[in-house]
């Protein structure tokens, strides 16, 4: 059975006003049209369907389901609208899809209320016809085997229904810039932006690990490819704003003047982009620099609204939000950033955050943005003769280091590992990076 059409179905965009609905909808054929990309077709509108004409209906249809906007789209069968041909295609779907001992229900939707038949009068003779050459049961409650007939501006006999994410169509609602570090909760909040319409362009903070920028990038490229969420991918090297606050703002509050940091670099990539909003993966409470006091003193650093999808979630529901959308595998291979501190305030006063931000020579209107660059290997320290710093447990003093050595920094995620290396490098010190995973690996820890 060659399927020759896909019928898409679309839901919130039909509640809009005409104006409104006209737009949307023309937005979302250009959408489904990126999507399909090199398949041919043709993309027709009627009645609050749209209609695409194409040989390869199949793998059309799964695209398209991925489409935001979309409610569900079917690979059809288009059939003259008349009784007959309508039986002859349902019957031949029947033989492929019915086995010995199944059961199957008709179900019939008549859009064209001038087809001179009704739903029901269409269930019962299409049905006959099936029973009559399968010998298969009918159980209109809990069939084996559905197919369904559409009588709209012409006959459609299909067999599936593959659900869509819904929404509204990408690019309706604006523009937004993510603060994007690839792990779970941030393509979730992507996802569920761009489910309501918003364009994404994401900017990944790099404290100074090409491969987690190489990580984040794994994952913006999945959001691109399967969801067509088709934005701009920002970096900013910010290994030196993040030493500064380590080595200069009091722990307790390391942790939120980070994040106002990169707030105000977020603010700034909008304001160049034409973005309305800023996007985080922030959880209520997941963590000491998310408690509703800290986000307050956070968002007080810009002036643009801040939208966090997650809010009310836990972390297992963010966990299954990502692998729903396909993002999980990957994200899981991204570790976080290690803390900058090991005691963070849960309380943040803004009079004591904006004392210690003045420590700091940071301009972020002079910011610059950058576009991705490919990770480089990892360079790996010598075996043997060298002093292992645990800065999960152990603090050093910089200036106390001994220049005849070599010094391996290790962290969780290795990002104050990384900054702790570099300034030691600085001073003239042989000095490496490791995250604990890496360090094991080397059997340092």
Not at 182 to 191: C, F, L, N, Q
Not at 209 to 234: C, M, N, Q, S, T
Not at 328 to 342: A, G
Not at 407 to 432: H, M, N, P, T, W
Request: proline letters at 4%; one cysteine or more.
């Amino acid at each position: 059975m060659d399927y020759d059409t896909v019928i898409v179905r679309y839901g919130e965009v039909w509640t809009k006003s005409e104006v409104t609905r006209r737009k949307m909808e023309s937005l979302l054929e250009k959408n489904i049209g990126r999507a399909l990309g090199e398949i041919e077709h043709s993309i027709r509108r009627w009645r609050g369907r749209i209609f695409v004409d194409t040989p390869s209906a199949v793998e059309a249809a799964h695209r398209i389901s991925r489409v935001f906007g979309v409610v569900s789209a079917s690979p059809a069968v288009s059939v003259d609208k008349n009784l007959n041909s309508i039986a002859d295609a349902a019957a031949s779907l029947a033989k492929l899809r019915i086995k010995p001992g199944m059961t199957f229900a008709i179900r019939a939707h008549r859009s064209d209320k001038s087809f001179p038949l009704k739903s029901p009068d269409i269930e019962r003779r299409v049905g006959g016809r099936i029973k009559a050459e399968t010998g298969a049961t009918v159980n209109l409650s809990k069939p084996d085997v559905t197919i369904w007939v559409e009588i709209s501006d012409k006959a459609y006999v299909y067999d599936s229904v593959i659900k869509g994410p819904g929404g509204l169509p990408y690019g309706s609602q604006g523009k937004v810039v993510a603060l994007f570090s690839g792990g779970i909760d941030s393509p979730v909040a992507v996802w569920m932006v761009a489910r309501r319409g918003a364009r994404v362009d994401f900017l990944f903070f790099n404290p100074g690990l090409p491969k987690a920028e190489a990580h984040a990038h794994r994952v913006y490229e999945f959001l691109r490819d399967h969801w067509f969420i088709d934005g701009d991918f920002y970096v900013y090297n910010g290994a030196d704003v993040a030493w500064q606050i380590l080595s200069r703002v009091k722990e307790g509050l390391r942790q939120v003047v980070l994040k106002r940091v990169m707030y105000r670099l977020a603010e700034v990539l909008a304001g160049r982009v034409g973005a309305q909003a800023i996007v985080t993966g922030e959880s209520i409470g997941q963590v000491s620099s998310q408690t509703l006091v800290n986000l307050a003193v956070i968002e007080q650093a810009v002036n643009i609204p801040v939208i966090r999808p997650l809010a009310g979630m836990d972390k297992e529901e963010s966990v299954e939000w990502a692998k729903k959308i396909g993002t999980y595998d990957l994200s899981i291979q991204i570790r976080e950033f290690c803390s900058l501190e090991r005691h963070s305030n849960a309380a943040a006063k803004l009079e004591e955050v904006l004392r210690e931000e003045e420590k700091l020579d940071f301009d972020p209107g002079a910011a610059e943005f950058r576009g991705y660059v490919e990770a480089s290997e990892r360079e790996l320290p010598p075996p043997s003769g060298v002093v292992v710093v645990n800065l999960e447990r152990d603090w050093v003093n910089l200036e106390e280091l001994d220049p005849s050595k070599t010094y391996i920094f290790v962290c969780r995620a290795g990002v104050s590992a990384k900054l702790f290396a570099d300034r030691a490098r600085e001073l003239g010190v042989e000095a490496y990076a490791l995250s604990e995973e890496e360090a094991r690996e080397l059997g340092l820890l």
